[in-house]
């Protein structure tokens, strides 16, 4: 297997990788993504808090209904008894009826405060998500600025190393790119490492862990093995 093109390719990827990382690792870059994830936060929480607070006026809305509704029974069940229009018979019934109106009024004054202490949170909430939106939007517009100047420093440079990148990769082999794509895709660069170590001990160039005997013998008869712990490809310097 001839490694060289390969080997060359990988070369400029580690050059554009390093610059494109160094654009990554930004402070300002890294801003920008927290700010706009506190942004996005704070954007649903809003939304939450502003649903949130519908719900409660629905109940609130119901509730009110409720207590005039039977506040309206209380007065002319009072106007009733009052006048002595009600028979002995009447009246007891009337009473009783206010004695369960007046039960029902002490539940619902309970659900009203606990209506207006979720009203409160919901508002408390909702002030606090819109200020922490517009706070995460101006720390946003701020890292950009900053990161798209930066960015704009490395630009030429960055086209440079990728042009170069890929005016090599037509040269290299299709399967070993095959082989070198998986393997960066998984994370793994360098993808191809050169062996360490000496004939009789072998290692890995990339983790360091030795090479079984399956492994050196493949190494010794091609020039180039596969990792076991790793899955990197070695291959003989």
């Known amino acids: 297997m001839n490694l060289e093109a390969l080997l060359k390719y990988q070369k400029a990827d580690l050059e554009y990788k390093k610059l494109n990382d160094e654009l990554k690792n930004d402070p ?10 506190a942004y996005n936060a704070a954007k649903q ?16 809305d119901s509730a009110l209904a409720f207590m005039n509704e039977n506040a309206k ?20 019934k009337a009473v009783a009826e206010l004695e369960e109106l007046k039960i029902t009024f002490s539940e619902w004054e309970k659900k009203a405060s606990q209506l207006k202490a979720n009203a409160e949170k919901a508002l408390s909430e909702y002030a606090t998500a819109q200020k922490g939106g517009k706070t995460a939007r101006a720390e946003y517009e701020t890292a950009k600025a900053k990161y798209e100047e930066f960015k704009k420093s490395k630009e030429g440079g960055l086209a440079e190393l990728k042009s170069k990148r890929d005016a090599l990769a037509s040269g290299v082999d299709e399967k070993l ?9 998984e994370g793994k660069y360098p993808a191809f490492v050169a062996q360490l170590g000496d004939e009789k001990f072998p290692t890995c160039g990339a983790c360091g862990m030795m090479l079984s005997d399956t492994a050196k013998r493949d190494l010794n008869a091609n020039g180039y093995c596969r990792c076991e712990t790793c899955h990197r490809i070695i291959y003989k310097p």
């Not at 300002?28 to 994830?37: A, H, L, P, Q, T």
Request: with cysteine; hydrophobic share 35%.
């Open 28 to 37: 300002n870059y890294k801003k920008m993504k927290d700010s706009k994830e």
């Open 177 to 185: 790119m095959g082989i070198y794509k998986q393997l960066t895709g």
């Open 73 to 92: 029974k209380v007065e002319e069940l009072c106007v009733k008894i009052s006048a002595g229009q009600l028979s002995t018979e009447e009246e007891a």
């Open 45 to 60: 929480k809003g939304i939450d808090s502003e649903a949130a607070a519908e719900s409660v006026l629905a109940q609130y």
